[in-house]
């Protein structure tokens, strides 16, 4: 099935059991570190998405080895990156996590991408590379980019506000390499929760950083063991959000596989679901979330973006105006996520009005189905296709396969509850 293929969604009641995918926020984030590890990573419940296989084809471009069994990767890191180009298809993780790590080579290298990628503003390594050593070139501030190090560690001022994954490259990058105690100082981060997730996997590779206030991160010299490590990928809650909105809107859905002690910041759709009243229990290993009488809600999503859409269709089934904060987050997204689902819900009959940083969204009960358009973005695709679950005609999405850069199983996760999906023709 190729990636322009347009599915149709029946109307379909969303009730059963499902297992989370693995988490590509972690499985990413687990690739750079097995990468800058002296010794084997067996890595468990893989991820196989588009933006996980970009970063497993990146780190052996820059010297590590993969080998890839049936139940477990293995990567042998390298002590010191080397490669020539790095393709990060069209993962803004990637490109925004590895730069900073190839840039400790000191070969020369060109960095790529494509899709939306190629559109996203990277600016910010043209700021701080210099007084790291580092040469860079790039396209008006995109990609591609051409860097040229070794990158030395030093103090640096960062700006968290675009994005925490610049961050999360200069925090492994640095641990790494530096020889002396060194101090990132940031400037209104965003998206804190998923800095808490590098940083817990970062100690489980058994780096030291201090965390002070989300202001002042002081990272200790790198520490170079050669144990053989064992990590296993959590489940993601950004795919299952999803699917227990769906559960919220439309049946009952119960979900294994996911931590409820996670530091990924998109556990926080319990809280949104909670507070529109949704019906939500753990047992043991297990979420589950039904059908209830729901309401609007407030909800600040500035941490935690990737809920935008999720959010949005919960917010469309629930009475009265719903009020999410952080809608300016999502400028820079595969595409711009306020107005891809301003347009998109809209032609549902779901009113969306936004002012500055808020997003306002009127429920209805006269949802419609019809012929939507993915705008090449994942997570517009699933926000749509759980409408199914609401709607009385059809819901029919082109290009409906771009699911695959994050969820690749999201369609027969659908089918798994009750979905009956099929090509249109």
């Not at 506000?161 to 981060?189: C, M, N, R």
Request: include cysteine; hydrophobic fraction near 40%.
């Amino acid at each position: 099935m190729n990636k322009k293929e347009t599915l149709i969604i029946q109307p379909f009641q969303a009730t059963g059991n499902v297992y989370a995918a693995a988490s590509k926020s972690a499985m990413q984030r687990i690739c750079a570190l097995a990468l800058l590890h002296d010794g084997k990573t067996n890595i468990t419940n893989k991820g196989i998405s588009n933006d996980d296989l970009a970063a497993l084809d990146i780190i052996q471009q820059l010297g590590a080895s993969v080998e890839v069994l049936s139940e477990k990767l293995v990567v042998k890191g390298v002590k010191e990156v080397f490669g020539h180009q790095i393709h990060a298809g069209e993962s803004g993780l990637s490109v925004r996590m590895f730069t900073p790590i190839a840039a400790l080579s000191k070969t020369t290298i060109s960095i790529t991408g494509n899709g939306s990628l190629l559109k996203r503003p990277l600016d910010i390594f043209e700021e701080i590379f210099p007084a790291l050593g580092v040469k860079i070139e790039t396209n008006n501030g995109k990609l591609p980019l051409q860097i040229e190090g070794p990158m030395i560690p030093a103090d640096i001022q960062l700006d968290g506000s675009l994005s925490s994954q610049f961050l999360t490259g200069f925090l492994i990058a640095f641990a790494h390499a530096a020889t002396k105690p060194v101090t990132i100082t940031v400037q209104d981060l965003k998206s804190r929760p998923y800095i808490d997730l590098t940083l817990s996997l970062m100690e489980k590779f058994g780096h030291k950083v201090v965390n002070q206030n989300y202001q002042d991160f002081k990272i200790e010299p790198g520490i170079h063991n050669t144990d053989e490590l064992n990590i296993a990928v959590e489940g993601d809650w950004s795919g299952a959000a999803f699917l227990l909105v769906a559960g919220a809107i439309g049946g009952e859905v119960f979900v294994k596989g996911l931590e409820q002690n996670s530091t990924q910041g998109d556990k926080r759709i319990t809280e949104a679901l909670e507070m529109a009243g949704a019906n939500l229990s753990w047992n043991g290993g297990e979420i589950s979330v039904s059908r209830n009488n729901l309401h609007a809600f407030n909800f600040d999503a500035t941490d935690c973006p990737d809920l935008f859409p999720p959010l949005v269709s919960l917010a469309s089934c629930s009475d009265g105006v719903t009020i999410i904060q952080g809608a300016e987050r999502l400028t820079h997204k595969e595409s711009n996520r306020a107005i891809t689902l301003q347009q998109e819900f809209g032609k549902m009959g779901v009113l969306i009005e936004l002012e500055g940083d808020t997003m306002k969204v009127h429920g209805s009960k006269d949802l419609k189905g019809g012929t939507f358009v993915t705008h090449e973005d994942h997570r517009i695709a699933m926000a749509l296709a759980i409408m199914a679950t609401v709607t009385k005609e059809p819901i029919i999405l082109e290009d409906a396969r771009v699911v695959n850069k994050s969820y690749p199983q999201f369609y027969n996760h659908l089918e798994q509850l009750g979905g009956e999906i099929k090509e249109l023709k």
